[in-house]
């Protein structure tokens, strides 16, 4: 029970800033102040934004200029959030939250007092075992900023068992890195019953779709052999892969489409608007998901909450929520084989995904849909955080130290 009204502050910079709320991580950001706004809370970004037209009028807003160097490099980064924080410091929250873990090092370097809360879709030394795609230097402040947030902030919210392990090497304690999913907006993605005539795909077509970057830890290769070896059963009438996304892959794999013959079944597209992408999550009959590493694939809830399966990989994040044969099919990262052999299953028997549906958007509705979402942390994270003991003592201890440092 909720013992007062809360006030949190975000900060949303990881964005097209023409566009709060519909990319890069800005959706996390609105969504959960959206949702606490309906709860009673009271709701605050921080941000530079190209524009005024806001997701939702209750959440208060605090725009400024973006830096001169711009938002893509470091610099502009450290620039950004230091301005961030001084309004941070201004609105006087009970808690700050941040979709990524760069400006929660950065606030408390900056001396922001109030205990910090950050979601974290991944973490750099779990992308530096699977397939860093970083530049050097940038991953060397991306190591700083993780160790760094993994000791400051007040709680780490891990998205799936993987990252909550992960996490906790990077030194966050056990006790303050609970695994709360993100959630799905359910306004935004929804079953559309006319999809597949609004863009053109005919009902008796075998659709699969994937939705994400073009990159190597997606397994999207392990996707293209899979494709390869079931060549012959592949009828361009009878069925359809279509790839949304871009990447530095794309020139890889429009070569190996062009050089397999594939280009009659599998296409390649470039990212579709969300307000979009629910009509291609309620065509496809499953979406496919062949990653060999992943903190948690938004894509997950917003096709399951479309009623579409997942073919996913044995990595968790996705078998957190996909379970073999109910929402799902699930086989071993990095195999072609196995991807394969499902791909040949669900052609033999298409019927066996629409039997899915159900079950995937069921579980979605209770599992992952932002309400249930955002409840969860408020419970879990928000008001422990703020009605412990020790909290304010926290502060004061902080704000101590560092006034001691300065003389």
Not at 73 to 97: E, T
Not at 194 to 214: E, T
Request: with cysteine; hydrophobic share 40%.
């Amino acid at each position: 029970m909720t013992v007062r009204r809360l006030r949190i502050c975000f900060v949303d910079y990881v964005l097209e800033p023409d566009k709060p709320g519909r990319s890069g991580l800005s959706d996390i950001v609105w969504d959960i102040a959206s949702e606490l706004v309906e709860l009673g809370h009271e709701a605050h970004i921080v941000a530079s934004y190209q524009t005024t037209d806001y997701p939702d009028d209750r959440v208060i807003v605090h725009n400024f200029k973006a830096p001169p160097m711009g938002y893509r490099n470091v610099a502009g980064n450290a620039w950004l959030l230091k301005r961030a924080s001084d309004i941070v410091k201004r609105v006087q929250p009970d808690v700050v939250h941040a979709p990524e873990y760069v400006s929660t090092a950065l606030f408390s370097v900056y001396g922001v007092e109030q205990p910090l809360v950050v979601t974290v879709p991944g973490n750099i030394y779990e992308r530096i075992e699977n397939g860093n795609g970083y530049e050097w230097y940038y991953t060397q402040f991306l190591k700083w900023a993780a160790k760094t947030s993994a000791k400051r902030c007040a709680s780490v919210i891990a998205i799936s068992k993987e990252m909550k392990t992960w996490w906790e090497k990077t030194g966050s304690a056990p006790e303050r890195t609970p695994r709360i999913p993100l959630g799905v907006n359910v306004d935004r993605f929804h079953y559309v019953s006319d999809a597949r005539a609004k863009l053109g795909i005919p009902q008796d077509v075998l659709f699969l779709l994937y939705v994400g970057r073009f990159s190597v830890e997606k397994g999207l290769r392990d996707l293209l052999d899979a494709l390869m070896a079931v060549k012959s059963q592949l009828d361009p009438s009878r069925v359809r892969v279509t790839l949304i996304g871009k990447g530095r892959l794309e020139r890889d794999l429009t070569d190996c489409i062009e050089r397999e013959g594939l280009g009659g079944v599998v296409e390649l597209r470039p990212w579709v608007d969300q307000e979009e992408l629910k009509l291609w999550y309620s065509a496809a009959d499953a979406l496919l998901l062949p990653s060999h590493s992943e903190g948690f694939s938004r894509t997950i809830p917003e096709a399951m909450i479309c009623g579409t399966p997942v073919i996913g990989t044995r990595i968790t994040g996705t078998e957190d929520h996909v379970s073999d044969g109910v929402n799902g099919h699930l086989v071993p990262p990095k195999s072609a084989e196995e991807l394969a052999r499902v791909i040949t299953n669900v052609l033999g028997e298409p019927e066996s995904l629409l039997n899915m549906r159900e079950a995937a958007l069921s579980y979605a509705r209770l599992h992952l849909s932002w309400p249930g979402i955002v409840e969860r942390i408020v419970e879990e994270v928000y008001i422990p955080m703020v009605t412990s003991p020790s909290a304010t003592s926290d502060v004061s201890r902080r704000a101590q130290s560092r006034k001691e440092s300065s003389e």
